[in-house]
């Protein structure tokens, strides 16, 4: 069958050092004004005044926005206050820099500037009508990809559940991925972002809607994260690690961006939403549970997982090679001092479980691409099997 395959991404400008292409790439998106976004941390760190002094060099001027926020995840009223503020500023490009959550709400303020309402109207698949100002996202993490997909997520106070927006208008113009940004990262950011890039391509090589494409980059990403992650972790130092750690990870941005992740974030944004868990932390107590599900409809990939993650197959049954996949990735976890259940994030309380499958099953845009169908039961089967106890 052949197979027909569309296959999105930004510019992308990998590499040491390529914070200081910045300005250049900038001005090739005609830029002559720009609103660079940022956290505080990241500001700290001194990144922002890389990308300033690039912009300077560049003859574009620059504004600098720094966004404080006390929750994980950003509401759509921070990238509306952000629209606002470019508007008012007169700006005519959008960088942001920082991790997921910065980037978010950079890629929807710049829509906002051009489309009328608030982000919640965009809530859904494909709603935006247009793209907006030029943008450049320069991640400071190895982790959300964020700067080379067309979706953004917010937390939704009204229902206290995250929420997507998901359109080509939010992909980026351009991404630039340097290495060097994410060595200000503590262990703690290091595992959690880490694990959500492997995440993003696992979970997207499991998609109804991969293709060959899509599934060499998730092995080759795969493969390069779980080579080096313990490294990256452990010695926070090593420019090999970040290296090839961002390199993983832009990877799997471009597999999840393409093919799409499903069961896992589906069933994570509930427990997200409702105990304010940062994103990658959150996907940890469900991920062997929804993957022990769902691997009867593709042993075949778990094997090919399990490979990639340095274990033996050979000569195993197709059944015992699978399993190696969940036993490589609970070990996985448990170097890295993440959780694997949900006791091992202090959450015992099992009374929400039957609203958490409700409204995880109401993500259909990602259980759409689910390689099992599941009912509401099935997902609080999941949610229960993820206990200890």
């Not at 926020?69 to 921070?78: G, I, M, Y």
């Not at 503590?186 to 694990?195: D, F, M, R």
């Not at 427990?271 to 940890?284: D, F, P, S």
Request: proline content about 4%.
């Amino acid at each position: 069958m052949y197979q027909l395959i569309n296959f999105a991404v930004p510019n992308v400008v990998f590499g040491m050092d390529t914070a200081d292409a910045t300005g250049d790439e900038a001005a090739k998106l005609g830029a002559k004004r720009a609103l660079l976004i940022s956290g505080p941390n990241v500001h700290k760190a001194g990144n922002t005044d890389k990308v300033l002094d690039s912009l300077k060099k560049a003859g574009i001027e620059a504004v600098l926005r720094i966004e404080e926020r006390t929750l994980h995840e950003p509401t759509s009223q921070s990238a509306e206050a952000a629209a606002q503020f470019a508007k008012s500023e007169k700006v005519d490009c959008i960088i942001g820099l920082g991790g997921g959550s910065v980037i978010d709400v950079a890629k929807m303020a710049a829509v906002l500037v051009v489309n009328p309402g608030g982000a919640a109207e965009y809530f859904g698949v494909e709603k935006v009508p247009q793209r907006g100002l030029p943008t450049i996202m320069i991640p400071t993490t190895a982790g959300t990809s964020a700067e080379v997909t067309k979706i953004a997520v917010f937390l939704d106070e009204a229902t206290n559940v995250k929420k997507v927006v998901a359109s080509g208008a939010l992909l980026p113009n351009t991404a630039i991925i340097d290495p060097k940004l994410t060595l200000s990262c503590p262990p703690t950011v290091t595992a959690n972002s880490g694990i959500d890039a492997f995440i993003h391509a696992a979970e997207s090589f499991v998609s109804t809607r991969a293709n060959p494409i899509t599934d060499s980059l998730a092995l080759g990403s795969m493969e390069m994260i779980a080579k080096w992650i313990g490294k990256a972790y452990a010695r926070p130092d090593d420019l090999d690690a970040r290296y090839y750690m961002s390199m993983g990870s832009v990877m799997a941005g471009m597999v999840m961006g393409n093919s799409g992740t499903s069961l896992v974030h589906a069933l994570s944004y509930p427990i997200g939403g409702e105990y304010h868990i940062n994103h990658g932390r959150a996907l940890m107590p469900i991920l062997l549970s929804c993957f022990d599900y769902i691997m009867v409809s593709m042993e075949d990939k778990f094997v090919q997982m399990a490979h990639a993650m340095g274990e033996d197959v050979e000569h195993l049954p197709q059944r015992e090679a699978a399993k190696l996949c969940l036993e490589a990735l609970e070990h996985m976890c448990k170097r890295l001092d993440l959780p694997t259940c949900f006791e091992d994030m202090g959450i015992t309380d099992k009374s929400r479980v039957d609203q958490w499958a409700i409204d995880a099953y109401a993500e259909r845009r990602l259980l759409g691409r689910c390689a099992r169908e599941l009912t509401v039961e099935d997902c609080k089967k999941i949610y229960l099997a993820s206990f200890r106890d």
